[in-house]
Nanobody, 123 residues
Framework: QVQLVESGGGLVQAGGSLRLSCAAS????????MGWFRQAPGKEREFVAA????????SYADSAKGRFTISRDSAKNTVYLQIDSLKPEDTAVYYC????????????????WGQGTQVTVSS
């Protein structure tokens, strides 16, 4: 089992930036995929971005391309999500997830989740 703890959320004005962090511990394997998902009020949890634990592969939702950047620091066992040019519609709880999956966009295939970090973007 992998334990995940997110941090870095907050209240920010539109146009600003945030870097979310996800600290991972436990049984992490090179084949793990680390994903970021978000859930806005009244909406389903949606895929944002994913990265292989080895760092050699990334995947982004179409809505995330250009403003979101996922990365990881293997020495710190931490995955990051940099969000630039924030928009009010980015307001959501952002979750980090880990799974041994070949389909990083499918949230059902992740078996470890963090508690989430709130991102609120004011206009």
């Amino acid at each position: 089992q992998v334990q995940l703890v997110e941090s870095g959320g907050g209240l920010v004005q539109a146009g600003g930036s945030l870097r979310l962090s996800c600290a991972a511990s436990g049984r992490i394997f090179s084949g793990h995929i680390m994903g970021w998902f978000r859930q806005a009020p009244g909406k389903e949890r949606e895929f944002v971005a994913a990265i292989s634990w080895s760092g050699d592969s990334t995947s982004y939702a179409d809505s995330a391309k250009g403003r979101f950047t996922i990365s990881r620091d293997s020495a710190k066992n931490t995955v990051y999500l940099q969000i630039d040019s924030l928009k009010p519609e980015d307001t959501a709880v952002y979750y980090c997830a880990a799974g041994l999956t070949m389909r990083p966009r499918d949230k059902r295939l992740y078996d470890s989740w963090g508690q989430g970090t709130q991102v609120t973007v004011s206009s």
